[in-house]
T-cell receptor
């Protein structure tokens, strides 16, 4: 079965420090990979995606993610965290082809808390 | 402004009283879907639609219905809501193609008492 794992329910970081939010996936083939962020009382907002090419993908608000095919991981990173980055982060994958093309599979989410 | 609009944002209802949550997108997207978000479970797909008059079940379709009569609208129908359908619901749309990101509505918080 296809699945996405975010092993940490919560990540705590001090402002100014680097942050990493982990994501691993179990999907056949070479899926497309996405990160979304959800602020309180808001819908999900797209951050970045990996389609092909360079394993380091840059996205919105200074976030980047590193794709590692051998480890089937797509960890979200930021060199210097801001208090305003505190939110719920979701990793998602989508198969490149097949009957359920378009079906996004989400991880359970990781709550990022950045303290001043 | 490109957006996905859900209504209502908040709804409290009683068990068994039929309700509809509307979803509309103005981006001419082919693909639309509904998710429910529950603590510790992330987002789970309820139903999706790949185009007008084409709908299919997601991971948790029981107790829900959908329709896609027009490209822009994808309402979620609860014929007889039950308390276990208390949740936060999101509608999403995306263009054709697996590489495209999805656009999400603001969410509908439903409470069934």
């Amino acid at each position: 079965a296809q699945s996405v794992a975010q092993p940490e329910d919560q990540v705590n970081v001090a402002e100014g420090n680097p942050l990493t939010v982990k994501c691993t996936y179990s999907v056949s083939g070479n899926p497309y990979l996405f990160w979304y962020v959800q602020y309180p009382n808001r819908g999900l907002q797209f951050l970045l995606k990996y389609i092909t090419g360079d394993n380091l993908v840059k996205g919105s608000y200074g976030f980047e993610a590193e794709f590692n095919k051998s480890q089937t991981s797509f960890h979200l990173k930021k060199p210097s965290a801001l208090v305003s980055d505190s939110a719920l982060y979701f990793c998602a994958v989508r198969a490149r082809s097949g009957g359920s093309q378009g079906n996004l599979i989400f991880g359970k989410g990781t709550k990022l808390s950045v303290k001043p | 402004e490109a957006q996905v609009t859900q209504n209502p944002r908040y709804l409290i209802t009683v068990t068994g009283k039929k309700l509809t949550v509307t979803c509309s997108q103005n981006m001419n997207h082919e693909y639309m879907s509904w998710y429910r978000q529950d603590p510790g479970l992330g987002l789970r797909q309820i139903y999706y639609s790949m185009n007008v008059e084409v709908t299919d079940k997601g991971d948790v379709p029981e107790g829900y219905k959908v329709s896609r009569k027009e490209k822009r609208n994808f309402p979620l129908i609860l014929e007889s809501p039950s308390p276990n359908q208390t949740s936060l619901y999101f509608c999403a749309s995306s263009p054709r193609g697996s590489a495209t990101e999805a656009f999400f509505g603001q969410g509908t918080r439903l409470t069934v008492v």
